[in-house]
């Protein structure tokens, strides 16, 4: 099954990519360069110049403050935003796709009627906060404990590689209410920095510079028990299966990632002349470009298969984990390979594929490691699972 993009679909794709190439594309290098990351004023800027387009939160049902857009479509948006601006689009992934599906599902009355028009209107900058010094794929081992007292929990622990850290003012935080318990032991809860204050140090990495990635501080946090999501010790399998999509546009990203290096390699390979003709002209040349249309081609079907079953509903843990870790493999060998057709060109700044490079390396990592999500698409396959 390969769904095809419907004519909405295919004239949001076209507007969106317009819209991109008008606003975006021109500033995306030179505030890569710039700004490590994006200042929170500059990021919530250009977010809001993208919520005509269907970013924010436009897939939550209309009841909710959302208008029940499809995955599909937001799999279109997902791979232009990716092709503009990768760093971008991951501040506006976390914004739209960790707490507000969370906090639809499985939030109270009054809790989405706090939190959800304030991180829908921008107000509020929100993060996923999982991950830890030292647990990274073994995410159940988490060591943040948080301890009831009285109306509230006491959080402490330290989180780290947390997208949006540095500019959130909520933050979803997964800890431990009952360490004795593991996995069934995590609850998760919305910190809110007004009334609960944390730390956040800005990480320097390779890639997706503009796109803040923080290590964060809880110490005796206290947070209101009114902001505990779910029932305690339900919050690892909430995640589990509600953060599904988010792998998915993750993938899709890198897919958009690839086309703008294909993009580049075409235009590149076009006009730069050796040998007295231009170098598209050379079969190894054509074959490098042919191999990165072929891997990103089937890389955006996966996503589409994926997104189409959650559309109907399907939970789809080993579609969504073929398309994480297929994508974001895919994406380092093709923008590897746009590199390589720039010639030396290719590793300089005044080009983009660097920036494309070293954005695909980086994204192997954020919603699990390509080595998870094969064991799960294992553990699906072989109803085995190698983490038990
Ligand atoms: C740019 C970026 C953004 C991120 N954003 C967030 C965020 O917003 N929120 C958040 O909570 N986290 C975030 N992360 C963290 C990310 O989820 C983790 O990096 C990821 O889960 C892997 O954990 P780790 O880096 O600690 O690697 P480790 O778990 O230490 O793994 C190291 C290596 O061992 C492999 N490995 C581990 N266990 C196994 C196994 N059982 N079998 C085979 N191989 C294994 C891994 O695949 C990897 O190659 C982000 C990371 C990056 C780079």
């Known amino acids: 099954m390969i769904p095809e993009l419907n004519e909405e679909q295919k004239i949001l794709k076209k507007n969106v990519r317009g819209f991109l190439e008008r606003e975006i594309i021109p500033i995306a290098d030179e505030y890569d360069r710039k700004y490590h990351p994006l200042p929170r ?8 110049k993208m919520v005509p387009l269907g970013y924010i939160g ?20 997902g791979e232009e935003m990716a092709r503009a601006y990768v760093s971008l689009g991951l501040i ?19 809790q989405k009627a706090r939190f959800i028009p304030k991180v829908l209107s921008l107000e509020k900058i929100t993060c996923f906060c999982l991950t830890e010094p030292d647990v990274g794929s073994g995410a159940r081992d988490i060591k943040t404990t948080a301890v009831p007292d009285g109306d509230y929990y006491i959080i402490n622990g330290t989180k780290t590689w947390i997208t949006n850290g540095g500019i959130a003012d909520l933050a979803l935080l997964f800890a431990s209410t009952d360490p004795s318990k593991g996995a069934r032991g995590i609850s998760c809860f919305i910190v809110d920095k007004a009334e609960s204050p944390f730390t956040a140090r800005e990480l320097p990495k390779l890639g997706l510079r503009s796109c803040p990635t923080s290590e964060m501080v809880f110490t005796d946090c206290r947070v209101p028990k009114a902001n505990l999501i779910g029932n305690p010790g ?66 955006r079907f996966l996503c589409y298969q994926a997104y189409y079953l959650l559309d109907k509903g399907e939970v789809c843990f080993r579609e969504a984990s073929m398309a994480k870790a297929f994508c974001t493999e895919m994406a380092v060998g093709v923008t590897s390979k ?51």
């Open 58 to 77: 436009s897939t939550l049902p209309p009841e909710d403050g959302g208008q029940g857009l499809d995955l599909v479509s937001y799999g279109v948006l």
């Open 338 to 388: 746009a590199v390589q057709v720039h010639g030396a060109y290719g590793i300089s700044e005044e080009y983009p594929v660097e920036r494309y490079f070293r954005d695909a390396r980086t994204l192997t990592f954020p919603d699990g490691a390509t080595q998870i999500h094969k064991l799960i698409v294992g553990r699906e396959l072989l109803g085995m699972s190698a983490f038990v």
């Open 234 to 299: 339900e919050a690892y399998v909430i995640a589990l299966a509600d953060l599904v999509p988010l792998r998915v546009h993750v993938g899709m990203g890198a897919v958009g990632l690839a086309q703008a290096a294909i993009d580049a390699a075409i235009k590149y390979a076009q006009e730069r002349k050796q040998f007295g003709r231009p170098i598209g002209k050379f079969q190894l040349v054509q074959e490098m470009i042919a191999d990165m249309v072929m891997v990103t081609e089937a890389a």
């Open 92 to 110: 506006a992934a976390i914004q739209d796709s960790a707490l507000l599906p969370l906090l639809c599902r499985h939030g109270t009355a009054e």
């Open 41 to 48: 004023d500059v990021a919530v800027g250009l977010l809001e």
